[in-house]
């Protein structure tokens, strides 16, 4: 029954059915959801309505501790500091998003490439990457930014060419992996056109892992853009970020300690969700 | 000695295991024989009390010298079998790659037995492994104990698992497949092992496996298995003599035997080829030429009825080995000469592996290529379809892209498309690289279903994944993806040896079936002589690179002329 093992082994899941039947309803997968929905909602809705201004400031409402008109309080300058974690939010987001966005796609891009042919590419490609991995990330996106200054387009630049590594060293070893797999030997015995053996052959075989790394790449990314408007690099003030809003708390921690708690928390509840969610569809359906 | 009394293992909801009643005495062979899915490793792994934790016992019990080892209704008791597993049984494993851990040495694992369950000192540790080795057969004990897994052949790893589970002379010994991943002659020297410890050291064995001709070689007892029940149970003999059950004949029948040799096809088609011509232009006049060049040639030896689909003039393969160093000026390649200057600088040497391969296959023939593995079937395989660019010599195709089934069905589909898509796909192609065979959307989808029932597949597999198929509807889907651009010359890279006894003569059929119909020429590569002799018109044989010999299957088989032919004939 050796070969039955095998089978059991290489189809962890029944494929086929509709989408529906695949969804993974686990525990975790129902937390990330849930929680990563809020937020999502949360920050969406923050680009468009917000319950106050985020930027009207009110002398009276000056560290207002949280109550029903403010349910995070208010900010030394008295703005709502929902308000502008809702916005912080869709700013955080929406960056992280794209980041991942533009590292993913230079990731498979540079990934197959490198991967499927090899040669001289191949070696100069891996390269530029372990010099780009050599250096600690915080310091080469300074570096970046200080080359093309701060603000939100430039967050993205610089944090999507930090993160591109770790996406083709991932879709590479995918590649070079399957490159010699039997169906792969057979397509190109078919006289299949390259293009279409990296991207349409391939390419979906290798969405399991990719998946699993672009969810950790969204939870680094969202880190990232956090630490760097923390640290005075990334969203500049008055817009809000959710890392420029935690460096304004940190001033008022004693007294008002609800505004870096709040700001704080939503980071946690962001990635908390999202890792839930990418554990959820990992799992599967089994558990 | 080993009682399973009304066994029955149930996962969740599906039984695997049914009312399993086996007994076991000292000494004795006892073979437990069936298909994947027969729920013979099952009983094995319940027994050895390594089934997965989701394997429930739903009836019956398992003595082992008196003593309840599981018992339906009670989880697996760890502690219990702890102090049986490796002292008193022991088991061995299918796979030799995968049942050795590969960052540790060889000896380092087996003395970990020793370590277990003895208070040997290191130093008669290693003494008892080395004999181990010695009686198992490794003829360089001190080097494989300190080699890596890796370091070794198959066989040697095989032996290296077998020494690992005879070294506490333990009573029991399960055997599951342990020769299934190993070549013919390697087989049997394990089998000839397995036998020569039974002897010596009396202990039971429970001998698993799916071929019924090695169960007959070793086994005192078989017990038949299907569907999780034992159908039929007695002395090896008797069961070959009258098998009672239908199922046993069936399995008997399936196993190739050299009786039922196959029409030769060749005397059915006897008019000149008229090929398939639909390709690109160059590839068009290059076959015009060589097929009207061949034309001539073959009108001269009249014993040839048409020209031949290939053509291999003093092939040689080789491969980069990219261990060179600059300064080994004095290592001398494959054939003794002196590494020149320029293997030097780039850091690598040829490394030959097939040499002055010279032969034609014909229309509607099949050629079969035996030998061992690592002879060289596989890469001069690889360099006919153009898949190695490391050759010498001369390659001739009058065909359009021959096509290549692979051994391994579960690797050879793409796990993300469907069945319908995956037949597709080759058509596709087709037309992307030659306007003038593109086709309609329409009649590809025609085309992929007319396939499906053509390789004896129901209209509904269209829709589905490879996942949800058998080992042997995945090669049929993988047949028809070879034929649906009609190819006219097939390699066939050991098509059956994955496939359970009766599935393999339903490939074979279906093969033999394609090839009169479509009228193919097969280059078929195997490693089971009875099986090559079922299918082929003539026989290539292969030793370390070089064809030692070429010719008419009967020919062959009656008056070998190689010593190492009559070696592979006789170890068949």
Known sequence: ?287 | MIKIEDLSVAFGETEAVRHVNLDLVEGEILGVVGESGSGKSVTALTLMGLAADTARVTTGRILFDGVTLREAGSPCDKRLYRSYQGARMSMVFQEPMTSLNPTQRAGRQVEETLRLHTGLAAAERKEKVLEAFRAVGLREPEKVYASYPHQLSGGMRQRVMIAMAVILEPELIVADEPTTALDVTIQNQIIELLRKINETQKNAMLFITHDLNLARRLCHRVAVMKDGRVVEQGPVEEIFRNPKEEYTRRLIEAVPSRMERRKDIREVFQEPVKGDFRNTKEEYTKRKVAVSGAEERTSQESAQSAAPVLEVRNLSVYYQDGNVSFLSGDRKNWQGERLSLRERLSGTKKEWVVSGADFEIYPGESLGLVGESGCGKTSLSKAILGMNCHIQGEIRHHSIRPQMIFQDPYSSLNPTKTIGWLLQEPLRAAGALDKSRAMTKGDMVAAAYDMLRKVGLEESYFSRRPSQLSGGQRQRVSIGQALITSPGFLVADEPVSALDVTIQAQIMELLQRLQQEMRLAYLFISHDINVVYRMCDRIMVMKEGRIIEIGETEEIFEHPREDYTKLLLRES
């Open chain 1, 1 to 287: 029954m050796g070969r039955t093992f095998r089978e059991m082994e290489r189809t962890p899941r029944e494929e086929g059915g509709s989408w529906k039947d695949r969804i993974p309803w686990n525990k975790y997968f129902l937390a990330g959801l849930v929680m990563t929905g809020l937020a999502l909602a949360l920050g969406i809705l923050g680009l468009f309505w917000t319950p106050y201004s985020t930027t009207a400031m009110s002398a009276s409402e000056k560290f207002d501790p949280p109550s029903l008109l403010h349910i995070f309080g208010t900010d030394n300058f008295g703005r709502d500091i929902f308000s502008r974690v809702m916005k912080g939010l869709g700013t955080t987001i929406g960056i992280s998003g794209l980041v991942v966005l533009f590292s993913g796609s230079a990731g498979i891009l540079l990934g197959a490439l490198t991967g499927y042919f090899g040669g001289l590419a191949d070696e100069i490609v891996m390269r530029v990457t372990d010099a780009v991995n050599g250096f600690p990330s915080i310091l080469l996106t300074l570096v970046i930014i200080s080359l093309l200054g701060s603000g939100r387009q430039n967050v993205i630049i610089s944090l999507g060419i930090v993160f591109v590594p770790s996406y083709v060293r991932i879709v590479r070893s995918e590649y070079l992996k399957l490159r010699d797999a039997d169906y792969i030997r057979r397509a190109r015995l078919l006289g299949v056109k390259d293009v279409r053996i990296l991207f349409v052959h391939i390419l979906p075989n290798i969405f399991s892992v990719f998946w699993v790394s672009v969810m950790i790449g969204f939870n680094n990314a969202i880190l990232a853009e956090s630490g760097m408007s923390y640290l005075g690099i990334g969203v500049q003030p008055p817009e809000a970020s959710l890392g420029n809003m935690l460096s304004d708390a940190q001033g008022y921690l004693q007294a008002a300690p609800w505004y870096a708690l709040s700001v704080g928390l939503s980071i946690v509840w962001v990635v908390l969700g999202f890792s839930l969610f990418s554990e959820g569809i990992r799992r599967g359906k089994c558990e």
